[in-house]
């Protein structure tokens, strides 16, 4: 067995670099999990650097022919980018509007993430462990979908923590003085 995955597994350059992205995610969200401030705002930012950390986790995976060594590592659902966007908004929300709290509302943010991991357990867990599931029309089509949907989500909601910023900016400028 490990002559047959030192056949398989051949890593590149962009490969070391991706793999040391990883890393510098999981440390980075490690240390703001668990260094960072008292509120819940470091652990949404951590939240959100580990997601992006865990696509790329799924990338790499790929890349390096995981998926012939071990395919079950194929079936579990490795993409929550939509989250990102609203953990960044509500990061913001809670660093400038220090009487924030969560409401039962809020986590409509939150839907389209679930609506995603749904149809990609439907995805994963429906297709044979060894099939082609990863180059079909229809595969392809959900991710393009998701990346689009992605970086419309991270969009919007950065213009929304923009003019959080700028109000909270706009209140700091009224309310104190430079003397």
Not at 14 to 33: F, P, R
Not at 48 to 64: C, K, M, R, S
Not at 82 to 106: C, E, M, S
Request: hydrophobic share 55%; aromatic share 18%.
């Amino acid at each position: 067995m490990p002559y047959f995955c030192a056949q398989i597994i051949s890593p590149n350059y962009l490969d070391i670099l991706l793999i040391s992205g990883i890393i510098h995610c999981v440390i980075i969200a490690a240390l703001l999990l668990w260094t960072g401030q008292k509120g819940w705002e470091s652990r949404l930012l951590s939240l959100a650097i580990f997601l992006f950390g865990l696509h790329q986790t799924w990338n790499i995976l790929y890349d390096l022919n995981f998926n012939q060594v071990y395919p079950f590592l194929f079936k579990i659902p490795f993409s929550y980018n939509l989250a990102i966007g609203p953990l960044l908004f509500f990061y913001v929300q809670g660093i400038t509007n220090i009487r924030f709290t969560w409401h039962l509302k809020d986590w409509i943010h939150f839907l389209p993430v679930l609506i995603a991991f749904v149809v990609q357990l439907v995805i994963h867990n429906f297709t044979p462990i060894n099939s082609q599931d990863y180059k079909s029309p229809i595969y392809v089509f959900f991710v393009a979908g998701e990346l689009l949907l992605t970086i419309l989500s991270i969009a919007f909601y950065l213009q929304k923590a923009i003019r959080l910023v700028a109000q909270h900016d706009q209140w700091v400028l009224g309310n104190y003085s430079y003397t």
